[in-house]
């Protein structure tokens, strides 16, 4: 099992600026990939970006150039900066771990960005 714990949600105006910190814990050998989604009201969850063991990374074409993944392997935590933000960029944002195959979800952060 792998544990996640997302943390630095919050509340912003536009324009502004977030970091959202994920930590996982528990059985994270052989995770292939970390990655941020994000739902809003009456939305399916969609990816937002994803960083890979092997450090490739890719990001839905809404937050191109605004957002960037990263990861800090010694305290094995993915981090997502988001810059610029917008209105439409208002959702739970969820982290995500693959291993094995299997996937595992922290419990959300909520971003809200103010006009």
């Known amino acids: 099992q792998v544990q996640l714990v997302e943390s630095g949600g919050g509340l912003v105006q536009a324009g502004g600026s977030l970091r959202l910190s994920c930590a996982a814990s528990g059985s994270i050998v052989s995770i292939s990939a970390m990655g941020w989604y994000r739902q809003a009201p009456g939305k399916q969850r969609e990816l937002v970006a994803r960083i890979t063991s092997g450090g490739s990374t890719n990001y839905a074409d809404s937050v191109k150039g605004r957002f960037t993944i990263s990861r800090d392997n010694a305290k094995n935590t993915v981090y997502l900066q988001m810059n610029s933000l917008k209105p439409e960029d208002t959702a739970v944002y969820y982290c995500?771990?693959?291993?094995w195959g299997a996937g595992y979800w922290g419990q959300g952060t909520q971003v809200t960005v103010s006009s």
């Open positions: 995500n771990a693959v291993r």
